[in-house]
Nanobody, 115 residues
Framework: QVQLVESGGGLVQPGGSLRLSCAAS????????MGWYRQAPGKERDLVAT???????DYADSVKGRFTISRDNAKKMVYLQMNSLKLEDTALYYC?????????WGKGTLVTVSS
C-alpha cells in the first residue's frame, strides 16, 4: 500500500517562496511518475508539475519559470520549490504517485499566499 505524506505548506506573502516535500512509501517509487496537483476553493484539482522516474519534468503553464519539481529516489522524496508566489497559487497541494495500476494521493498541504 502506497502512502504519501506532504509537508511544507504555510502562509507566505506574494513574491515569497516555499518548498513542499512529499515522502513516499512505495517499493516502485523510482519507477513511478510523481506529481504535484493543487485544488483551490471551489475549483477542480489541477496539475502543477510531474516528474518521471528518469527525471523528465512537465509543468502547468501557470507555474513555468516559477516552480521546480525534483525527486530523490534514494530517499523516496519528491519536492516542489515554489518561487515568486502569487495570490492565485493559494490552494491545497497534493502529491500523486502513478504507476501501472496505481494512482495514489496524499492528504495535501495547504499553501496560502496573502499579504
Amino acid at each position: 500500500q502506497v502512502q504519501l505524506v506532504e509537508s511544507g505548506g504555510g502562509l507566505v506573502q506574494p513574491g515569497g517562496s516555499l518548498r513542499l516535500s512529499c515522502a513516499a512509501s512505495a517499493s516502485i517509487f523510482r519507477l513511478a511518475i510523481m506529481g504535484w496537483y493543487r485544488q483551490a476553493p471551489g475549483k477542480e484539482r489541477d496539475l502543477v508539475a510531474t516528474i518521471s522516474g528518469g527525471g523528465d519534468t512537465d509543468y502547468a503553464d501557470s507555474v513555468k519559470g516559477r516552480f521546480t519539481i525534483s525527486r530523490d529516489n534514494a530517499k523516496k522524496m519528491v519536492y516542489l520549490q515554489m518561487n515568486s508566489l502569487k495570490l492565485e497559487d493559494t490552494a491545497l497541494y497534493y502529491c500523486n504517485l502513478r504507476w501501472i495500476g496505481i494512482n495514489d494521493w496524499g492528504k495535501g498541504t495547504l499553501v496560502t499566499v496573502s499579504s
